[in-house]
């Protein structure tokens, strides 16, 4: 029986990555398409339960407000990404590797507190260094045989200063094993007292003998087969309840829960170290108020009624659970902009929106993308920005990475206009409809009444209920249900044609009409009306729209408990055989085969899910499946629309009333692909080059290419334009240079983006999030593997390889160098062929590579249908920061799917 069972799991190994090292890292499938938790706990879950008991501990809420959410996925993002390195023990405390751990945890810790005592405070950063520490913490108990030894709590010297007792390199630690069953790996027998942890095949500290423990599960070569054929490996693991992938499975509950305990352990000694402010800035504790504002010489009396109403929502919020989190003021100009101020001290905001005057331009058009992207890059995600301005983009053509890096981060724009001395910005209005926002045109005099609309949505608690872009030249209607969790009901409606306010009807469930005398705040402007209730009646409210020719925004928003939190797209990602759902960065292709994944919060039944247009109508249903894990969590296959679309999620709330939400950020499917590399640290005063590649699915066309970061560090970007013809690929480099003073932890986001020259909806860009470093480049040797880490049909006879280069050796690589390839038929006839068009020129370069860092190459080839095996040959060579050059010569053989 076992031996059938074998051969088919290994015949399954040829078309898909199998799961092994650590717990898995994201929620949906557990590590690879076959499998679903059925209660394994992941890295998400983990880090989801010990984080959000102590924001409820911290903060005295019931439950997680959106911010705190928004906060805590990004430090699971970057726990997750710790597994696209499968070779660095280090970061998996595996291979008895309790130094390099630990010194990795203080590294990290030191990198936390740097960023948030930065000035102003770099929230990204810190939670992207703390998410990559907290999933080493995790793997030492999922590794290690710390809950074998009868502990169930966390350990109390992980992640801090000090030697572990773990045993030493001739120390025997297992010996033999039980045999677990005819479907499942044999578990290894401990000896010993001492701490050890499984040492894994393919990572960079080798098994010194069959007397030490391996990590085990399918396709961990340092571990004796259970089985003829090599599926059921022998060793520790605890990743899951699944006792074919871990030999340990029925410790994974300890594990996970010493695991959670550990986590808090990690968090609650950088509390230790940090001010209250700092706390709320690391878990997201607060909303964001964000503003752009134009400061040429005819913005003097909009910059007045700014400042006025912005103090007073500061002030109103002083010392409640409202009061901002974070103040962002990016002031532009031309031809200059900032400086871009992020605080999260009110005093000193009123002090600098105080300070703004009105001074210069003369000429029409202003520096507004610049300064919006400059105010997006220090915003937390998930708030609200509001730009301010009377002239239109000189710099329209960023309106790409603006959009881009809004999206990544959730934020709305809400461009206020005051006139336009030339035609409207498109860019303006693209950017609120597609990330959420609304367009406002309107008279000077009105700047601080709409500046209260920043009051109304940005708060900690806010849902959308309702977002469209339509033409009303005839009334339309909208059912606006409201559930027993919404507590204040906004309606905010504009139009695009100064002077023109679009007629709006808001009727409660009684038929009663609400006026200025029964809302609690009723707002009419120029070109727009914002009405607020609060203590909205339960039941169906109906929403009318009429007399607006022109594009105009309808927003329904409120305060409730029962939140769509977030809706991602994402692909199987990670290092295998170590996969999971990783989110995907950028829009998707049209016809694109993805998976779907929402977070709801506060639901009492599972929610119907619709992809819908911005005007409302329908694109179909989504059928996504419930975590069996996370209750709020769904997932589910996706082939992506031809056209642009938000998700709505609609259902019953535990009284029965009926509830609408959606996550108002539109999915914009694009024709062209940014494809960002790994994260490259970053060192002061030393340049660092990063390789993008660009894609062209659709016609042949010509592309801008741009590339903007908050901290300004990029020296150069080559090419700024591509010509691709259909199915192309390019390079582009972006060199940054932090100058010599530049904060050791700080992060720097960058933002590069492909825009078509001749159809202006068509774009596409990749952001990145790379920190600066303080640990030295290291002398030496430096090596090279490569592994084949992802296989794609592109076409009809032409497949696409992801090829990983990673620096093994002791020493920092000057760079790496690809030159050539060897490619040979081992089954089947026929010769195998680079794809030139749509591969990197060689010889492809990779300067400044860490150790244990690693980049990724897509290379193509043209393969007849003849062949059912082949190799691939990398040779080239890696530099030494001496200047020294070492060859190597890498080969892998591959199977087509």
Known sequence: MRIFLSLLLASLLLAVSLPSNAFCPKNGFVCFITSKSAGSLTHQDITQRGIEELDKRYFAVPKLTASMQKALDQ????????????????????????????????????????ALRSDPIN??????????ALHTIQDFYSHSNWVEQGNSSAHPGVGRPGALAFAGPTTPTCSGFTDTGLTCANSSNLVGSLLTSGYYGGEDRVKPGAFKCSHGGPLDKSSPSSDP?????????????????????????TAAAAAIAGTQQFVEDIKAEITPAQLKALLGAGPTLAFAI????????????????????????????????????????????????????????????????????????????????????????????????????????????????????????????????????????????ETGGQVFFLFGGEAGTVTELADLVARNNVVQILSVVDTYSSAKSYTVPVDTSLTRLTVSVSGTQAGVRPVVTLTRPDGVVVTAATATKYLSLSSG?????????????????????????????????????????????????????????????????????????????????????KNLSALGPLALEQDQTDNGKYFGALTIPNEPFVVYATGNDSSGYPYQRLVSVMVTP???AVIAPSRQDLRPGVSTTLVYQVRNDGP????????????????????TTLTLASGASANVTVTLTPPPGAVIGSADSLTVSAQSTSVASLHNSASLTVLVSGVAQAPGRPDLI????????????????????TNTGIGTARDMRLGSLTLRTLAGTGVVTLNTALSPALPFVTPNVDVGSFFTVRLTFNLPTTVKRFSVSENGSVTDLAGVSYAYSQAQSVIPK
Not at 123 to 132: M, V
Not at 554 to 577: E, T, W
Not at 700 to 717: E, K, L, M, P
């Open 75 to 114: 430090i699971i993002e970057a726990d997750a990404k710790v597994d696209e390195d499968q070779t660095s023990s280090a970061k998996h405390f595996d291979g008895e590797n309790a130094a390099g751990a630990q010194l990795r945890l203080a590294t990290l810790k030191q990198n936390i507190l740097d």
């Open 123 to 132: 929230a990204t950063g810190a939670r992207d260094n703390l998410g990559s």
């Open 229 to 253: 054929v090599g599926y059921f490996r022998e060793g520790i693991n605890k990743d899951t309840l699944y006792c074919d992938i871990s030999p340990h499975s029925s410790f994974h509950s």
């Open 294 to 433: 134009d400061t040429t010489g005819s913005m003097g009396g909009i910059i007045a009624g700014v400042r006025a109403s912005a103090t007073s929502i500061v002030d109103a919020r002083l010392g409640t659970d409202e009061e901002p989190l974070q103040y962002v003021l990016a002031p532009f100009n031309d031809p200059g902009t900032g400086p871009t101020t992020a605080t999260n001290d009110a005093g000193l905001f009123k002090s600098f929106i105080g300070g703004l005057f009105a001074t210069g331009g003369g000429d029409c058009p202003e520096l507004a993308m610049t300064g919006m992207y400059n105010g997006l890059s220090l915003a937390d995600p998930g708030g609200d920005l509001f730009m301010y301005t009377d002239a239109t983009a000189k710099d329209a053509g960023l309106a790409g990475a603006v959009i881009s890096l809004a999206k990544s981060k959730d934020i709305k724009i809400y461009p206020i206009l005051f006139g336009s001395c030339s035609p409207l910005t498109p860019g303006f209005l693209q950017a609120a409809a």
């Open 529 to 613: 009306v914002i009405i607020s209730v609060d203590s909205p009646l339960r039941g169906a409210w109906t929403l009318s729209v009429s007399g607006s020719s022109d594009q105009t925004y309808v927003n329904v928003n409120g305060v409730a408990d029962l939140a769509f939190n977030s809706f991602k797209l994402a692909r199987f990602g990670a290092m295998p055989p170590h996969q999971g759902l990783m989110t995907i960065d950028g829009e998707p292709g049209p016809g694109q085969p993805l998976y779907a994944i929402a977070a709801l919060s506060g639901i009492a039944s599972a929610p119907q899910f619709q992809l819908r247009r």
């Open 670 to 672: 694009q024709t062209v």
């Open 700 to 719: 042949a066309d010509t592309f801008t290419i741009s590339a903007t970061d908050d901290r300004h560090y990029i020296t150069s970007v080559s090419p």
């Open 786 to 805: 490569a592994d084949i880490i992802g296989q794609e049909s592109v076409a009809p006879g032409v497949i696409g390889l992801d090829v990983r280069f």
